[in-house]
Nanobody, 123 residues
């Protein structure tokens, strides 16, 4: 599985962005997916996760109520809609895939990572 994230950019506080992660490979629809972020000097943390069917989702506390993860298996794409952005959301955002949903939401043993996309929120 190869992953390509896009949609990052510079936005003012309170604004919105939608990140996309396109996956190659015919087995995408059977993989759990997630979004992660890493700010300078910090560890990479999970932001949101979604299981292979899209029936279960997980959000970090910082994302609850503002971010929405979704997927379109027909398009091999997972999305992260980010609303009410704050300066502390500034980070490089990565998408990831794994056969096990628990690996994604626990940020452990994840097999596939995409390159990141920068999100910068100005105050």
């Amino acid at each position: 599985v190869q992953l390509q994230a896009s949609g990052g950019g510079l936005v003012q506080a309170g604004g919105s962005l939608r990140l996309s992660c396109a996956a190659s490979g015919r087995i995408f629809s059977s993989y759990a997916m997630g979004w992660f972020r890493q700010a300078p000097g910090k560890e990479r943390d999970v932001v949101a996760a979604i299981d292979w069917r899209g029936s279960n989702t997980y959000y970090a506390d910082s994302a609850k109520g503002r971010f929405t993860i979704s997927r379109d298996n027909a398009k091999n794409t997972v999305y992260l809609q980010m609303n009410s952005l704050k300066p502390e959301d500034t980070a490089v955002y990565y998408c990831a895939a794994d056969a096990y949903y628990r690996n994604i939401y626990s940020n452990s043993g994840i097999n596939y990572w995409g390159k990141g996309t920068q999100v910068t929120v100005s105050s």
